[in-house]
Each structure stands twice: as C-alpha cells, then as structure tokens.
C-alpha cells in the first residue's frame, strides 16, 4: 500500500467521485444526446446515482461501527424491507413512479421498519446488539411476509414491486433529489458528530460506558441516522444491494477504521461505485437496462477479495 | 394471469420448449370427458371450440368469465394443486411448457395425464394451439372453422388499421418502471397489425426494460400503459419533450388481459388497439 495519508487518499477518492459523476453524464444508451437529455434526465439521473452510492455507504459504515458487526448493512435493522414495503403500499394506492407519494411512503417504510427494530430489541432501558440483530431479522421477515401476500392479493403490480427490490436508479424529478439530499445531509452531519463516541465503542460497550459515552443515546442517534441515509438511498435506487455492505470495508482497508475518516472515505467510494455500476447498467445492453442491483455484487465481489488479499494483513473491523 | 405468465414468456423464450411427448393416446372416437385447463389461454379456446367437458381451471383463467367463475380452480400451471387435480379424476389437463417449470413433470408422476402446449408467441401459433387443442379434446372439426373463422376476423380487423396513416410510434409500458415489448414479442405483432409503430422493436429480448431517457429520445407518439403500477409519466424529468405526453395520449384503459393472452379474442385486441390508437385521434 502506498504510503499517502488519509486526507490525500480522501482527496483522491473525491476526485474519483467527482471524475466518475462528470464522465457518466456522458454515458448512456442515446449516443449523441442533445443539451436538453444531457441537463434534464442524464444529470439528475447521474446525481440520484452518486446519492443512492453515498448515502449507502455512508448507512453501512455507520451501522458497522454502532453494531460492531462487520457483516452489518444499511438494511440490517429491517430499513430495506421497510421500504419496500412503503414502495409496495404506494404502488397500491396508484401512487406510481415519479409521484411523490411513492417517494415518501418507501422512507416511511424505511423509518418505521428500522424504529420497529429498535423498539422490539429494548430490554431494561437498553439494546444489546444481539437483541437488535434478531429483531432487525425478524422485521425484514415480517416486511417481506407482508409484500409477498400483497403479491398474492394483487398478483398485477408483484412485477413492478421486484424490480423496486432489485435496485434500479430512476430518474427522479428535482424535488425527489433535493428531499434525498437533505435526508443525506441530516444522516452525515449526525453520523460524523457521532465520530469520536463511535470510536470509543469500538473498544466495548462496557469500556465506552466507563469512559463516559452514553451508549444508549449513540444507538438511537445512529440508527436515526441510518434511517435518513436508507430513505435518501432507497426511494431514488430502490433497495440496492451490497454497496452498504462492501464499501465501508473497502474505505476501512485503505483508511483504517476510526469513524470519521472511514465513513468520509466510504461515502465518495460509494457514490463513485454506484454511479459507475449505473453508468454501466445502463449502457451495456442499451437500450435495454440491466438492474444496477445485480451489477454491483457481480463487480464488487470480486474487487473486495482480490483487495483483502492484497493487504495481507489481518481484518480489523 | 397477467405478471407471473409475463415472467413465464421471459424465461421461455430463453429456454425454447422441444415439443413434448404425446401422452396416452385419445382418440376422436372418446373423446376426454372430464378436462382441466391450466393456461387462461387454453381455456379460452376450450370454449371457443364449445368443449363441454371442462371440469376445472387455473386461478388465473377470468375468459369467459361467467364460465370460468362457476368452475373449481386447480392451481396454476407453474404450481398446480396436484390433489385437487386428482380429486376430480381427469382424463386430460392441459398445461404449458416451460422447461424451468416443473410442472408438468409433477402432474405426469402424479399418474396425470397432462398434455404440455406451449403458449402461442405470435398470431400463427394461436392457430396452431387451436388445432392441438381441438385434436385433443375431439373437436378438430371444430378447430378447423374456428381458425378459419378466426383468420378472417383478424384480416378485417387488420386491413381496417394497419394501413391507416398517420402511423403512431409507440411507446408500450408492461410494468412500471419502463419494462417494455420488443420486436419479438406477442404484442408487437398486435401492435403492428393495429396500425402501430414499436419504438423499441429493435430490442433482442423480447421482454426488457428501458431507459426514461431513450424513451424520451425516441418521443413517442402514443404511450399505452398496461402496469397494474402506473408510472406518472409527466412528473418525470424531460417528459415535456415526449409528444405523447404533451398532447395528452397517454394511454391506461386497454385491458392487459386481452392484449397480452395469445387466445381467439386476438381480433378484438388488434380493435382495441387500433381504436384507441386511431379512432380517438380523429375524434379530436
């Protein structure tokens, strides 16, 4: 590994972002797009992209640390299902893509599926991991039971609803992507605020607690915060998967694991990779579109391994 | 039977069906009595042909639907309701054929004899199915008129639209978000023979979805939304640019069902169509 530091990788992985994000509004399935396609539905699909990314991977990163649990995702407190599920309701009602309604009931989704965990795993004024782990797998099964009788009962939108939970980046209206850019806004500022308290639960809970830090209180400001980054994700992306989870790694193999760097790192990686993955589905089978969803694990998989071994260091979370 | 059955076309086209074994032999001379349809459009030439016998249907068959109502459903050809199906002892069930689905295999261990007919990918094929199913069931007389009764009623309906001018590029939306029909689908014939120009017969797929904004690119002048989920398409960026938005002919009211099910109500699709594509622009 190179021997640059930390704010010379976060300034490279910026540019990196910012590099992807220029070049893919000029990716796309129209050859030769004029001014108007390139402005009103490349850009902001471009911009829905590197959101989704960010916020993924800033959710991943943040669930991890609050966790401790390496294999935590975005949607490990049942958010995805959540949202799915709101998205699912909102197709009901003739709510359909492009109205806003659809966009607010899939963050409501995400909301109430990941304050349901929450609650569930509280036992004596605390939230023991464990608890919160089980419960989160008990919400998304619950979630997911709900969808699949709402396929059974209204078999015709069951299509609409799968290709929501495959992950594809629509291209949303300028009103969609501002409320999902103030949704990231609110979950960054409180995940990187929760920076040094989130270090300091690395060591334990019982030693953070003796150290001063009000576990509880962090657990309930993390997962708010998580809430706002799945709800900026999935309502542009659908529940997209894998970028949540992989990307925080990468970010923490290149950038070690305190919080505040690795989440910056994390979220322009994420934004980056999501957005390139979209430029990608997009475009390879043009004008047919292949889900970004299943680009990203088939990409990502093996670009994680091939740079777990490259490190040769033993895996610190 | 409107999604999972799309689902099914996709995976058939991928894996196309080699024409199944016949099973046991029935003969003209008994013809079977007591028959199970589990494709809606099987059932619907079942009664088209004036078959009698049929005892039971899928949870999807609605044509005809008072019919169809009335009659035991038995599951559906990618998860049949194998005791039920045995319950009522048939002589016959007709199914699908997809090699993914291995339904037909858990009829025919089950002692069923189930006769696998592909569901029909253009309009010749539902002649064909007519005739196979009219062969089986004892009523070839029967299918031979209808087919000819049949091609004659899709001529006319043809000839009334597909040389109408303008000719209306469309744009046809299966599933929300932007699943759409390909040159090599059951509905682009449809379509054509309604006087209709696919904006996306170019695809190699026959079912796939598309980008918002090659949709956009290629304007369409017409959109025809078949989702369940509908797509508000004017609060999507760029959807000024498309014509079909603009002037208003976005269109919602068509029946997937008739559209979409290669059955003998193939006439009365391509009319649907061609009406909703011609007839409403000239009231204008």
Known sequence: MSKKTAAE???????????????????????????????????????????????????????????RNPLADPYILGTSSGAALGAALALLAGAGYGSPLFYVLAACGAFAATAASYLLARTDNRTPAVNLLLSGVIVSAFCGALILLLFALKRDTAFSILIFMMGSITEASRAVLIGAGILFA???????????????????????RTLGVNTEALKLLAFAAGAFLCAAAVGVAGTVGFVGLIVPHVARLLLGPAHGRLSVGAVLLGAAFLTLMDAAARTIAAPAEIPVGVLTSVCGAPFFLWLLRKSKTEYKS | MKHITFLLALIAFCVRPVPAAQPAAITAAQPPRRIISLLPS????????????????????????????????????????????LSLKPDIVFTGNWKSVPASGRLRRAGINALEIPDADCIAGIYENIRRIGAAAGKSKEAANLVKSLTAKVAAATAKYSAAKPRPRVYIELDAPHWTAGGRSFLNETLENAGGENIFRDLEKPYAQVSWETIVQRNPDVIITLSAAKTNFAALPGANRIAAVRNGRVISSLDKNLLTRPSPRIYLAIEALGQALHEQKNRR
Not at chain 1, 30 to 49: C, E, F, N, Q, W
Not at chain 2, 62 to 82: Q, S, V, W
């Open chain 1, 9 to 67: 990788k976060i300034g490279l992985f910026f540019l990196a972002a910012l590099a992807v994000g220029a070049a893919a509004v000029f990716v796309g399935p129209v050859a030769h797009p004029d001014a108007a396609i390139l402005l009103k539905i490349r850009l902001p699909r471009v911009l829905a992209g590197l959101l989704a990314g960010a916020s993924l991977a800033g959710a991943g990163a943040l669930m991890q640390g609050v966790l």
């Open chain 1, 186 to 208: 609110l979950g960054m500022g409180i995940s990187l605020a929760l920076s040094r308290q989130l270090d300091i639960l690395s060591l334990g809970e019982e030693k953070a």
């Open chain 2, 42 to 85: 099987h059932t619907e030439i079942l009664f088209a042909l004036g078959v009698t016998g049929v005892i039971a249907v899928s949870n999807f068959c609605d044509y005809p639907p008072k019919k169809t109502a009335a009659l035991e459903k038995a599951g559906d050809y990618y998860n049949p309701n194998i005791e039920k199906i």
